[in-house]
């Protein structure tokens, strides 16, 4: 098979390594990847992940026999559709499909009407009705963009005058969504949904916030680590039976099926798990813990297949640019990468860019230190000693993942 991966982050790393090493697959093109994806086959510059047209005709032009999109902007721009329209297979779901991510306000009425167990919440399209709903409020107040905000447009806090201003930003860009605040540890799980059914995954815990302690604003995520420990038995089916399945029967209800990796993000509170948040791809920083525990062959896995799961433990420490999240800074040379690393330590690229033989900071999250191990200390001791080795001016990250 000749593979198309769209996607340039860690977590499109993380896919196309592990696509690349099927004996079913003679070829991974990335589009439009990034150095550590280079290493594994062509990479396609020129052509905007957003730019559906384009990728759909470059996939028949090329042969490609499958599509796998990672990220979510190209979902919600519709090129899953454009790819079908010329008959290329692919996985993700239809840009009608992929609103369970780009429009919480959408999500949010597919689960109540699926039956779905979510905080409440109501939408806006105007700041003073949102006020006057924040007045009605006790704290702490999550106030949400409804659409794509690339992680960062989720505000949690105990200040109502700090909800109150984030509306007021948020709402000049589209519809803003206010939630009941949910207390308990989050965990990640995902499904992989294909027309023969879906199956579940194992589950991951990322971090969001920038510093330790879950201090700091928001970011894509800092890091993450799989097992999770700490879950009830069973959690994975509960999952399954009780928000996977209702939300595919709905969307297939109203002619609207999906296909692709869907993550529910879970808070375990005291009356039972709750959904914080639907994405339509697989996670990230998850993927990157996640795929490294899959033993079989993701390409049989992405038709149908049962997963199967090592007994092995990942975390993955994400290393970011000095002023991540808001304003990162590139340009810096990374060192520490050229005398390679252990066998049981792997690092996806995510805001790299190669010149010649040296690597340079090109994003906000740099790069994700994945270490591997028979228990998650062992494995996090790994990633940590990894990441002491890699350096560039102003290089940050979180010292207690998986702690």
Same mark, same amino acid.
């Given at each position: 098979?000749?593979?198309?991966?769209?996607?340039?982050?860690?977590?499109?790393?993380?896919?196309?390594?592990?696509?690349?090493?099927?004996?079913?697959?003679?070829?991974?093109?990335?589009? %439009?990847?990034?150095?550590?994806?280079? =290493?594994?086959? +062509?990479?396609?510059?020129?052509?905007?992940?957003?730019?559906?047209?384009?990728?759909?005709?470059?996939?028949?032009?090329?042969?490609?026999?499958?599509?796998?999109?990672?990220?979510?902007? +190209?979902?919600?721009?519709?090129?899953?559709?454009?790819?079908?329209?010329?008959?290329? %297979?692919?996985?993700?779901?239809?840009?009608?499909?992929?609103?369970?991510?780009?429009?919480?306000?959408?999500?949010?009425?597919?689960?109540?009407?699926?039956?779905?167990?979510?905080?409440?919440?109501?939408?806006?399209?105007?700041?003073?009705?949102?006020?006057?709903?924040?007045?009605?409020?006790?704290?702490?107040?999550?106030?949400?963009?409804?659409?794509?905000?690339?992680?960062?447009?989720?505000?949690?806090?105990?200040?109502?005058?700090?909800?109150?201003?984030?509306?007021?930003?948020?709402?000049?860009?589209?519809?803003?969504?206010?939630?009941?605040?949910? =207390?308990?540890?989050?965990?990640?799980?995902?499904?992989?949904?294909?027309?023969?059914?879906?199956?579940?995954?194992?589950?991951?815990?990322?971090?969001?916030?920038?510093?330790?302690?879950?201090?700091?604003?928001?970011?894509?995520?800092?890091?993450?680590?799989? %097992?999770?420990?700490?879950?009830?038995?069973?959690?994975?089916?509960?999952?399954?039976?009780?928000?996977?399945?209702?939300?595919?029967?709905?969307?297939?209800?109203?002619?609207?099926?999906?296909?692709?990796?869907?993550?529910?993000?879970?808070?375990?509170?005291?009356?039972?798990?709750?959904?914080?948040?639907?994405?339509?791809?697989?996670?990230?920083? =998850?993927?990157?813990?996640?795929?490294?525990?899959?033993?079989?062959?993701?390409?049989?896995?992405?038709?149908?297949?049962?997963?199967?799961?090592?007994?092995?433990?990942?975390?993955?420490?994400?290393?970011?640019?000095?002023?991540?999240?808001?304003?990162?800074?590139?340009?810096?040379?990374?060192?520490?990468?050229?005398?390679?690393?252990?066998?049981?330590?792997?690092?996806?690229?995510?805001?790299?860019?190669?010149?010649?033989?040296?690597?340079?900071?090109?994003?906000?999250?740099?790069?994700?230190?994945?270490?591997?191990?028979?228990?998650?200390?062992?494995?996090?001791?790994?990633?940590?000693?990894?990441?002491?080795?890699?350096?560039?001016?102003?290089?940050?990250?979180?010292?207690?993942?998986?702690?």
């Amino acid at each position: 098979m000749k593979v198309l991966l769209i996607g340039s982050g860690g977590r499109e790393h993380a896919l196309g390594w592990k696509i690349a090493s099927s004996p079913r697959v003679s070829e991974l093109i990335s589009l %439009p990847g990034n150095p550590g994806l280079a =290493e594994l086959g +062509p990479t396609v510059e020129g052509i905007e992940e957003g730019d559906v047209g384009a990728i759909a005709a470059m996939s028949r032009i090329h042969g490609v026999d499958l599509v796998v999109v990672g990220p979510e902007a +190209p979902l919600a721009a519709g090129v899953s559709d454009a790819l079908a329209n010329l008959g290329i %297979p692919v996985f993700g779901p239809t840009r009608a499909a992929a609103r369970l991510e780009s429009s919480k306000s959408f999500a949010k009425k597919v689960m109540t009407l699926a039956g779905v167990a979510t905080a409440e919440s109501a939408a806006f399209v105007m700041a003073q009705p949102a006020h006057a709903y924040l007045e009605a409020m006790e704290g702490p107040f999550v106030v949400k963009a409804d659409g794509l905000a690339a992680g960062k447009g989720v505000l949690v806090t105990d200040s109502r005058t700090d909800a109150m201003s984030w509306v007021d930003y948020w709402v000049e860009q589209g519809p803003v969504v206010i939630e009941e605040y949910l =207390e308990g540890p989050e965990v990640s799980v995902f499904a992989v949904c294909t027309d023969k059914g879906a199956k579940g995954m194992e589950p991951a815990r990322d971090y969001k916030r920038l510093l330790d302690g879950d201090e700091g604003p928001n970011t894509g995520g800092m890091g993450s680590y799989s %097992p999770v420990e700490d879950l009830s038995d069973g959690l994975v089916d509960h999952t399954m039976t009780d928000v996977i399945e209702p939300t595919l029967r709905h969307m297939r209800g109203e002619g609207n099926p999906f296909t692709g990796f869907l993550y529910a993000g879970l808070v375990l509170t005291a009356a039972g798990p709750r959904v914080l948040e639907f994405n339509v791809r697989l996670g990230d920083p =998850e993927g990157q813990a996640v795929l490294p525990r899959l033993s079989n062959d993701l390409i049989d896995v992405l038709e149908g297949a049962e997963p199967q799961w090592s007994d092995i433990c990942a975390v993955n420490v994400v290393l970011a640019a000095r002023g991540y999240p808001t304003a990162p800074e590139k340009g810096a040379e990374i060192e520490g990468l050229d005398g390679g690393l252990p066998d049981d330590v792997m690092v996806f690229h995510a805001g790299t860019a190669a010149e010649g033989e040296k690597l340079f900071v090109n994003g906000g999250r740099v790069l994700s230190v994945v270490g591997t191990g028979p228990t998650v200390d062992v494995a996090r001791d790994r990633a940590y000693a990894a990441a002491e080795r890699i350096r560039w001016p102003g290089v940050q990250y979180r010292r207690d993942i998986a702690v």
